[in-house]
């Protein structure tokens, strides 16, 4: 009885970005195989398809092999990794392909705790985004490992992601953005929020990435000018004195009528006489919900409830009275720099003011979707 063996012999490991872009997909060998064939290859090499198998599953023996070191990157790359010899630009494409996202699959996982029984559930987000569960899964375990070592690590979280996965700055920046949300607990999984996208939510974590957290430019600057930080910080935090001082801004509450007077001199004339009715009309409710809303950030269960609070407070009136996103830009526009005049004898409350409307502004004018 004869036995037939396939032997591959090499030195230098071979890697098909075609297979491996199929093995990360989740697809299976024989799914693979059949993909390939559909486009062709056998007639491109003038294979059949049993040397087509055994090739696929010859690469992924190899991938399956690759996988544990891709969970520590650095691994791959250090000097003296002689396991795989594999050329720095082929290091770079494996651990960046293993690494990607689906931003469909990160909507889904987003604001949950990264826990074994989310991980169970993953087949119903396999079948809600048409991702095949083996690549919802490998995501999944991405985002669990990345936000295990990095969370409790000093510094700028995109350089840290960076330096410890080497993975492309625009990939962190993903990353960064999820373990930001979920360590800061934000609410995401609310009805309200299901219209909003993972490209929503990324957005608004960078703007307080870079403008609320303990590492911004903003809480450097006014840490110079009062007491020494001691504590080590990272931009995973927001920042709590930044918080406390946002309760100051209230007192726009008791200047309504000047405030009012501000922004509509201003919009006269800009907005359509519609829009600028209902704002003059609606003034004090749309005022009174930016400024509550920073006053009452400096309570945990209110800051976890920023995009929920957002949508209900003003997302929902502004569409209800059909604001188009131009009249709402418009709008914080002149609201904000309106805010900052009326603090002319607290430069300190205005910069926080500023520091505020910027971060809010940008993120309702994303997510205002017509």
């Not at 307080?208 to 009062?226: G, P, Y």
């Not at 931009?235 to 801004?249: I, S």
Request: hydrophobic share 35%; proline share 1%.
């Amino acid at each position: 009885m004869e036995c037939s063996v396939d032997v591959f012999v090499g030195n230098t490991t071979v890697i098909d970005p075609e297979i491996y872009q199929l093995w990360v997909d989740g697809n299976s060998a024989h799914e693979a195989a059949d993909v390939l064939q559909k486009r062709g290859i056998l007639q491109q090499w003038g294979a059949n398809m049993d040397l087509l198998m055994s090739d696929v599953l010859d690469h992924y023996r190899t991938f399956h092999m690759l996988e544990k070191t891709l969970h520590t990157p650095l691994k791959l790359t250090a000097t003296g990794e002689w396991t795989f010899q594999i050329d720095g630009d082929t290091q770079q494409l494996l651990i960046e392909k293993y690494y990607e996202l689906d931003d469909v699959v990160v909507r889904e996982v987003l604001g949950k705790k990264l826990s074994s029984r989310h991980r169970k559930d993953l087949d119903e987000v396999s079948e809600k985004t048409a991702i095949s569960l083996r690549s919802c899964r490998r995501q999944f375990d991405n985002v669990k490992r990345i936000h295990k070592l990095v969370e409790e690590l000093p510094g700028h979280i995109v350089n840290n992601i960076q330096h410890n996965f080497l993975l492309s700055t625009e990939l962190s920046r993903k990353y960064a953005a999820v373990v930001f949300i979920a360590v800061n607990r934000f609410e995401t999984t609310k009805r309200k929020l299901q219209y909003l996208n993972f490209s929503d939510f990324y957005h608004c974590a960078h703007q307080m990435i870079e403008h609320w957290s303990s590492t911004s430019c903003h809480a450097t600057s006014m840490r110079n000018q009062s007491e020494t930080e001691t504590e080590i910080e990272t931009d995973l935090d927001v920042d709590r004195g930044f918080l406390h001082d946002l309760r100051e801004v209230r007192i726009l509450l008791d200047k309504e009528k000047e405030l009012k007077h501000l922004v509509c001199s201003q919009l006269k004339g800009r907005l359509t006489d519609k829009i600028y009715s209902d704002m003059e009309s609606s003034f004090k409710t749309h005022s009174r919900s930016l400024v509550l809303l920073a006053g009452n950030l400096n309570r945990s269960r209110e800051l976890r409830s920023l995009f929920v609070d957002l949508v209900e407070r003003c997302v929902e009136p502004l569409r209800q009275a059909r604001w188009t996103s131009r009249d709402l830009r418009l709008f914080l526009d002149y609201y904000t720099p309106a805010g900052v005049q009326l603090f002319k004898s607290d430069s300190a409350t205005a910069l926080v003011w500023e520091r505020y409307m910027k971060v809010i502004s940008s993120c309702l004018v994303k997510i205002y979707h017509n």
